[in-house]
């Protein structure tokens, strides 16, 4: 199972909001050379939010096309219409994804059943591992723990990407599903704790501009050397802060324009990083050895 610094791997678009396919392959170079152990395609981080449904497919399709099986690509395919979550789910799986990354329904705010039955069609319709993703901060939906215990008993759902920063409903996910499912982190200042308790590796943003030393810091965290990993996630801890100044993937497309890596582009209804926080994300990326 896959496992290690999974890139939350922006979506790069040019100054006018279109998709800049050449710093995609740009980047997913970077990761291959830098030791990120997956990647997860268009997920949250990647604006999926505001790419149309061809773009969304396209973009799934070309990560692979040019990852080559070299590490594991999980498409996101999160939605809030099952039925477009399906569809999304089915092309990731046609064009050869190796696992889907579905968050949970944003604005509907669905019941906890709701949230069960969600889960368990797509992942009934779709032949191909399934990584549930709860971030109630970004959508207004909680899937709680005995939730995701119901759903670990399907057979195709195999992990959890859990993104509340909260250590004790992280215990209590490995705790009640870790002999079933994969727990993954989704934030990553508190990413290294979670790993120490049992997590499998790290959904990351900072992985966006740090990629060797969180590859680094999720080795040696989930191997339980944490005297290693916490000294690694102090040196990270300024990016880790700054890479959320404003709204992600606000900062983190900024840093990796600053990097020469890609272009400033982002989609409406996000603008470009604010003036007044260059200066902190720039002091970050030296204090991090980034830049």
């Known amino acids: 199972m896959i496992s290690g610094s999974l890139v939350a791997l922006v979506t790069p678009m040019d100054s006018r909001g279109g998709l800049d396919w050449l710093a995609l392959e740009r980047l997913i170079d970077f990761h291959l050379e830098h030791g990120t152990d997956g990647i997860v395609a268009v ?10 449904m ?3 497919k396209v973009a799934i399709r070309r990560v692979v096309e040019q990852v080559a099986g070299r590490i594991p690509v999980i498409a996101g395919t999160g939605a809030n219409s099952t039925r477009e979550a399906v569809e999304l789910t089915e092309a990731a799986r046609s064009v050869g994804a190796d696992a889907c990354l579905l968050v949970t329904p944003y604005y509907n705010k669905p019941t906890q059943e709701g949230l069960y039955q969600h889960y368990r069609f797509i992942a009934e319709s779709v032949a191909i591992p399934q990584i549930l993703y709860n971030v109630p901060g970004r959508t207004a939906c909680d899937m709680l723990p005995e939730t995701v215990e119901r759903l670990a008993d399907i057979p195709n759902i195999v992990g959890i990407k859990e993104a509340t920063g909260d250590l004790q409903r992280a215990r209590e996910l490995i705790d009640r599903v870790a002999d079933r499912l994969h727990v993954y982190s989704g934030d990553d200042p508190t990413a290294v704790e979670m790993m120490l308790m049992g997590g499998k590796g790290n959904i990351s943003v900072t992985a966006n501009v740090a990629p060797r030393i969180m590859h680094e810091l999720c080795e040696a965290a989930i191997k339980g050397d944490a005297d290693t990993a916490r000294r690694l996630n102090e040196s990270l801890m300024p990016l ?6 404003e709204s992600n993937p606000i900062p983190v497309k900024w840093a990796l324009n600053e990097m020469g890596l890609i272009a400033d582009g982002v989609r409406l209804p996000l603008t470009h990083l ?6 902190p994300v720039r002091e970050a990326l030296h204090q991090c050895g980034v830049l």
Do not use: V
Not at 240 to 245: K, Q, S, T, V
């Open 274 to 279: 604010s003036a007044r926080c260059h200066g």
């Open 54 to 56: 061809n773009e969304h």
């Open 240 to 245: 880790h802060r700054a890479l959320f100044i």
């Open 43 to 52: 997920g949250t981080t990647g604006e999926s939010a505001t790419l149309d």
